[in-house]
């Protein structure tokens, strides 16, 4: 898994890997994925939409949404994350509506759209990289991809679906004390039913996707504030320092202060490198 614009807080992110489970998540980013090999399933909500290699696929902004890998084959895609502030004057549409089917298949996408993605591909690993051209590409991509897809209002998916309706309400309530018998009488809908929609469809338990999110709020904390690490724990809803630490170094392979001099100096080697440019 080779990163082609290494920089995740960048305005402009793109990344070529192995294609896997993900669990649903959303995000304020357009994200558009190119196949190169294989298939996946990508899933809006409670439906599946198949790709295929030379597939694309537009995901606006705050839409929920999950991939599944049911095949032994290997499958890439090459992953491009959008920040709203290069959306121009898409932004607006993309904060209402959502597509009725994200997939654009290979015999209907356009030329110019094609030539896009390839160039930002080909620009991400040069070393001197240039922002101008590169919204310019993005607002190709954009264009000739909205084009191509039917819109519908974002609340039309939203407000009955059960996977909108789990995601929302942990990502609401992540920081305070939650469990899965809460989650089920604040939503109304029965504990066993919630508990096959974790396993189903986000691929793990409550308790597991939970620390997910909670780790997620962590990691951004340690590389963006210098918040006391204890003070990080108890604000992300961890019930102790001990179970943290755990699941962090489960996950991260590190310790939260190895993380974030890990990160810091990252940061640091890839300012300079601009700076020297």
């Avoid at 409670?46 to 991939?67: R, S, W």
């Avoid at 109304?188 to 396993?199: A, D, E, M, P, T």
Wanted: glycine share 4%.
């Amino acid at each position: 898994m080779i990163p082609i614009y290494k920089e995740q807080k960048e305005k402009l992110y793109l990344i070529c890997k192995n294609s896997r489970h993900e669990p649903p998540h959303l995000h304020r980013s357009t994200e558009i994925i190119y196949i190169t090999q294989g298939e996946i399933e990508l899933g809006i909500g409670q439906e599946f939409f198949h790709m295929e290699q030379g597939d694309l696929a537009v995901i606006f902004p705050d839409v929920i949404h999950h991939c599944q890998v049911f095949t032994r084959e290997e499958s890439k895609a090459c992953y491009l994350w959008v920040a709203p502030v290069l959306s121009g004057n898409f932004e607006n549409i993309m904060q209402k509506y959502c597509p009725k089917n994200p997939v654009i298949k290979r015999t209907h996408i356009h030329n110019e759209c094609l030539q896009a993605m390839e160039c930002l591909i080909k620009d991400g690993k040069e070393k001197d990289r240039n922002s101008i051209v590169e919204q310019a590409y993005v607002q190709i991509l954009l264009a000739r991809s909205i084009e191509r897809i039917q819109l519908i209002e974002k609340n039309e998916i939203e407000e009955q679906d059960i996977i909108y309706q789990v995601v929302a309400h942990i990502a609401k309530n992540f920081r305070e004390e939650i469990s899965l018998e809460s989650m089920s009488g604040a939503l109304g809908i029965n504990k066993y039913s919630l508990s096959r929609v974790f396993s189903k469809v986000f691929h793990s338990n409550f308790k597991q996707y939970l620390n997910e999110q909670r780790l997620n709020y962590v990691s951004n904390l340690l590389e963006c504030t210098d918040k006391n690490i204890t003070e990080i724990c108890m604000d992300a809803g961890f019930e102790s320092q001990r179970t943290f630490n755990r699941v962090f170094h489960d996950r991260f392979k590190m310790t939260p202060r190895e993380y974030r001099k890990f990160y810091q100096e990252q940061h640091l080697v890839g300012s300079k490198k601009n700076i020297g440019k």
